[in-house]
Structure formats: C-alpha cells, structure tokens
C-alpha cells in the first residue's frame, strides 16, 4: 500500500490535505530557516512533511497511527537515515520530545478534536515553540482572534502566551475525507511566557482557575464571577488599582489585564503588598 491509499480513520479524526495552494500557505506562515527543528504532529499521508523537508528544516514527526507509521518510514527512508526526519510512534500528548525552549516550530495538519489539548501542551508548558502553524476549524481559528472582539477562555489561553492571526480559510474540499465545516490556517508567533515572568506569576494552572471562574456565568459582571477566587473587599482593591469598570464582564478584558488581575488576586490572597 502507497501512502497515497492510505485510508483515513475517522476514530483518529483523520482528514488527510490535498491542497497544493493551502499546503503553500501553511509552509509560508512557517517562515522555515534551513537547519531549523520543526515539530509535525500526525503526518499521515507525509505530504506535508515532505513539504517541511524541502524548505530544509530538521523534522521531527509524531503519528500514533501504525498504518501511517509504516508507510511513512518506507516513504523517508532517505531522509530516516540522514537524519532530517526524525520519525516518532506515539500519542503526541503524552510523549516527552527531545526539544527545547524557543528553539522550534509547531506546523501542522491536526485532528481537530485535539486542538485544544495541543495548544495547553505547548503553550501553557515548557519546552515551547517560537511559532505554531496550524489547521484548525474555521469556527476554532475565529474565537481564537476574537474576531468578533469578545474574548473567550480559548483566546485568552492563547493570547496568554503569544499573537494569533488567522492565514488563510481553507474549503473542506481541500482533504480527504472532506469534513463537514471549514478549515483556517492559524499562525500564533512570537510566544513566550513573558507576560507571567513580568509579573512574577509562576502557578499558571491557577491563573486559567480565575479565568475560567471569570468566565463561569457569561451574563454576570466579571467582578462577580471573581467572588468564588477573591473575596468582595480584595476586587474592591483590585478593581480600584486597575480602574476596572464595575460593569466589565469577562469577554471585555484583554489578555495582559487577565494577566494583571490574576498577580493581583495572587499577591492580596496571599497577604502581601500592591
């Protein structure tokens, strides 16, 4: 069997691209340097690793999918050997990665059902990339942006760490099998966890507990919310140092406030100084 009859599986979410436009884009939002490591997750068919190895990088390639795995080692077997690929069998979200802070991109084709538990494991926890390339649903990469100038959790948790931009929007006929919704080409570059260290913020499974509760009752004003992490008289300071509207709820905060807000909470419940 040729990797291009490799049969997708819909218990793996499996949509494999076909599109040589949208393949273009995604190595063009990559912006890949010769000699640079590159993270691929699922490669199924390798038509994307492919086209990572021709711009140079140094791939390392994860795929839990036996089928896919085989192929694929027969397909770069060249690449195997001199060691430009780098090729994994394994569930990405469990497996430790030999990389390193900073020095790597993220580009990749994945199944969406794991986008959010993609995007907390290397945004929210060291070794982090410097870039994320991803297709995504359409939907996804919109909530993401906040395109509609709302913050949700997920826009916050990306933001957090790094810019968002939506690429391209990529039609559903552009794999195989098509899914049902479209797809969008997400960027997320210059990521770091700067905006924690700045304010001195090293719990940041405790900093998404005050989002989420933040977040808990859309229709209720954020300083509400914030009464299940803080109590009335510490928002009372919190909001009164940041000149937060009393009105505000919690789409309407940006990011870096998020940020403030949470030290905030932090240092006040912890009995110290402002």
């Not at 896919?68 to 979200?93: H, P, R």
């Not at 906040?146 to 933001?159: N, Q």
Request: charged fraction near 25%; glycine fraction near 6%.
């Amino acid at each position: 069997m040729s990797t291009n009859n490799l049969k997708p599986k819909k218990s793996l979410g499996q949509h494999f691209l076909h599109s040589p436009t949208a393949l273009k884009k995604i190595i063009d939002a990559a912006e890949i340097t010769p000699g640079e490591t590159v993270l691929e997750i699922g490669p199924g068919t390798g038509i994307l690793t492919e086209a990572l190895l021709a711009t140079g990088a140094s791939v390392i390639a994860v795929e839990m999918d036996n089928r896919a795995y085989s192929l694929l080692t027969q397909k770069f077997a060249g690449e195997i050997a001199n060691k430009s690929l780098k090729l994994i069998m394994g569930d990405v979200l469990k497996e430790t990665l030999p990389l390193t802070d900073g020095n790597y991109s993220l580009v990749a084709n994945i199944p969406y059902y794991i986008t959010g538990a993609i995007l907390e494991k290397f945004l929210e926890h060291s070794p982090r990339p410097n870039r994320i390339v991803l297709l995504v649903q359409k939907e996804v990469a919109e909530r993401i942006v906040a395109r509609d100038k709302k913050e949700s959790v997920l826009s916050i948790s990306v933001k957090a760490f790094g810019t968002p931009r939506i690429v391209a929007i990529v039609p559903r006929g552009a794999f195989v099998p098509a899914p049902t919704v479209d797809s969008a080409i997400i960027a997320i570059e210059n990521i770091s966890g700067k905006k924690f260290s700045d304010h001195s913020i090293t719990n940041i499974k405790h900093f998404f507990q005050i989002v989420r509760a933040g977040f808990a009752h859309k229709r209720k004003f954020l300083k509400r919310n914030l009464e299940s992490m803080a109590s009335p008289e510490i928002l009372d300071t919190i909001w009164e140092t940041l000149g937060i509207n009393e009105k505000v709820r919690a789409e309407d905060i940006v990011p870096e406030d998020w940020v403030k807000l949470a030290a905030l909470i932090s240092k006040i419940s912890n009995g110290k100084n402002i």
